[in-house]
């Protein structure tokens, strides 16, 4: 089995266009037998389900994530375990151990007020 987490700065992207790199693990039972780290420069968000499945990517741990993005990797194919913050080895315990994720909602899109500044947006 591999499982693809996507990090920003080392830790799981908090939200799942802020991904910088993407560490695909592979398992055999619960034990880590490979490790892989690929740079997403150059890739859009859109284009990395279909990276992770030409991977051999089953399953991916992620913080937010937006309802398109889950039905893109669940088109393809891949278990998509997300709303976890904190390292991927957080996340690899937390999948193994059957801690029940999915508890933030969907990541929603960012809307203006009229009038605010941009810097600030609301959700």
């Not at 278990?79 to 933030?104: C, M, S």
């Not at 899109?109 to 810097?119: D, M, T």
Request: glycine letters at 14%.
């Amino acid at each position: 089995m591999k499982i693809g987490i996507p990090r920003y700065r080392e830790r799981i992207a908090p939200r799942f266009g802020f991904t910088e790199d993407v560490l695909i693990l592979e398992l055999d039972g619960n034990q880590v037998v490979g490790r892989e780290v690929i740079r997403l420069d150059g890739y859009f968000p859109h284009q990395i389900p279909a990276l992770l499945h030409q991977k051999g990517v089953d399953v991916v741990i992620t913080g937010g994530i937006n309802t398109v993005f889950q039905e893109m990797f669940r088109a393809l194919d891949m278990q998509v375990f997300w709303g976890l913050i904190g390292t991927p080895e957080d996340g690899l315990k937390a999948y193994l151990g059957g801690v029940p994720a999915d508890f933030r909602g969907a990541c929603r899109g960012r809307r203006l007020r009229r009038g605010q500044n941009r810097s600030r947006p609301v959700e």
